[in-house]
Antibody, heavy 120, light 107 residues
C-alpha cells in the first residue's frame, strides 16, 4: 500500500524559503523507474507541476520556477524534500507530492496535500 | 512547453448521462495522456493512464481514447459520486503539463 504525506510550514513570509517534506511508504526510491513529483494548486485554480526526482537521481524542474526550486531525495529515510526560495503571495497554494510508477511520468498515488499561505 | 486545453471548462449533467470531456495538446503526445478526478478539498486521483488504461479500482464506466493531439474522457452513465473536476495531463515530455480542468456539475 503506497502512501505519501506532505509536511512543512502552513505560513511563510514573503522572501522566505519554503521547505516541504514528502514522507512515503509502500515503495522504494531505489526501484528502477520509480519517482516522486511535486504539484501545487492555488485556491480555485488548476494543477501546476513543480519538480520531480527519479530513482537514479535524475531531477526535473518546471522551467518557470527552475531558479527557485531544489528537490532532493533520501532513499534510506523514505522522503523527498522540496525547497522553494523567495516565496511570494502568488505561491499560496496546496502543495502535493505524488508517486510516479514509471518513466512514463504520471502520478498514481498522491499525498493529502498541505496548504501553504504566503503572507506578512 | 506542451499546452493542454480542455473543453468544456464546465458542464451540467444528470445522473445517468453520458459525458465526454476533450483534451487537446499543442503538439503530438502520441498516447501519453492521463486523466485525474478531483473532488472539493481532496487530492486528485488517477483515473486513466496513458490514454485508455483504467487505474486500479476505477469503475468501468470511465474510458479514455485518442492519440496524437486529441483525446477524450467518457463517463458512461454518470453517477452521483462522479460530480467533480477532471484534469488531463501529458507525460510525453517534461515539463509535465496539466489541462485547466473541467468541472462536472449536477443539472
Amino acid at each position: 500500500q503506497i502512501t505519501l504525506k506532505e509536511s512543512g510550514p502552513t505560513l511563510v513570509k514573503p522572501t522566505q524559503t519554503l521547505t516541504l517534506t514528502c514522507t512515503f511508504s509502500g515503495f522504494s526510491l531505489s526501484t528502477p523507474g520509480v519517482g516522486v513529483g511535486w504539484i501545487r494548486q492555488p485556491p480555485g485554480k488548476a494543477l501546476e507541476w513543480l519538480a520531480l526526482t527519479y530513482w537514479d537521481d535524475d531531477k526535473r524542474y518546471s522551467p518557470s520556477l527552475n531558479s527557485r526550486l531544489t528537490i532532493t531525495k533520501d532513499t534510506y529515510k523514505n522522503h523527498v524534500v522540496l525547497t522553494m526560495t523567495n516565496m511570494d503571495p502568488v505561491d499560496t497554494a496546496t502543495y502535493y507530492c505524488a508517486h510516479i510508477p514509471s518513466v512514463n511520468t504520471y502520478f498514481d498515488y498522491w499525498g493529502q496535500g498541505t496548504l501553504v499561505t504566503v503572507s506578512s | 512547453d506542451i499546452q493542454m486545453t480542455q473543453s468544456p471548462s464546465s458542464l451540467s449533467a444528470s445522473v445517468g448521462d453520458r459525458v465526454t470531456i476533450t483534451c487537446r495538446a499543442s503538439q503530438s503526445i502520441i498516447t501519453y495522456l492521463n486523466w485525474y478526478q478531483q473532488k472539493p478539498g481532496k487530492a486528485p486521483e488517477l483515473l486513466i493512464y496513458p490514454t485508455s488504461n483504467l487505474h486500479s479500482g476505477v469503475p468501468s464506466r470511465f474510458s479514455g481514447s485518442g492519440s496524437g493531439t486529441d483525446f477524450t474522457l467518457t463517463i458512461s452513465g454518470l453517477q452521483p459520486e462522479d460530480f467533480a473536476t477532471y484534469y488531463c495531463q501529458q507525460s510525453y515530455s517534461t515539463p509535465v503539463t496539466f489541462g485547466q480542468g473541467t468541472k462536472v456539475e449536477i443539472k
